[in-house]
Nanobody, 124 residues
Framework: QVQLVESGGGLVQAGGSLRLSCAAS????????MGWFRQAPGKERDFVAA????????YYADSLKGRVTISRDNAKNTVTLQMNSLKPEDTAVYYC?????????????????WGQGTQVTVSS
């Protein structure tokens, strides 16, 4: 069983940056591809970014390409999401997730483990 704990959310002005982190425990971190998803009030949970188990491949939602960067440190069991040029529409709860799959990493239903989420609020 893998436990995931997100941190780094908060309130930021439009145009600002945030760095979200996800700490994993309870499993072999390098066995899992990792993803970030977000969910705004009244909306579905949407894919943001994902990274392969080795860190060699990354995937991004088209709407966020160029503004977010996902990375991982297998020695520290962490995955990070750097978000820049934030917009009010980026306001959401951001979730970290782990999957044993090696493909289809933008599909939330393929993820096995989820964190509790961290709130990101972008003010205009």
């Amino acid at each position: 069983q893998v436990q995931l704990v997100e941190s780094g959310g908060g309130l930021v002005q439009a145009g600002g940056s945030l760095r979200l982190s996800c700490a994993a425990s309870g499993g072999t971190f390098s066995n899992y591809a990792m993803g970030w998803f977000r969910q705004a009030p009244g909306k579905e949970r949407d894919f943001v970014a994902a990274i392969s188990w080795s860190g060699g491949s990354t995937y991004y939602a088209d709407s966020l390409k160029g503004r977010v960067t996902i990375s991982r440190d297998n020695a520290k069991n962490t995955v990070t999401l750097q978000m820049n040029s934030l917009k009010p529409e980026d306001t959401a709860v951001y979730y970290c997730a782990a999957t044993v799959r090696a493909y289809g990493l933008d599909k939330r239903y393929d993820y096995n483990y989820w964190g509790q989420g961290t709130q990101v609020t972008v003010s205009s």
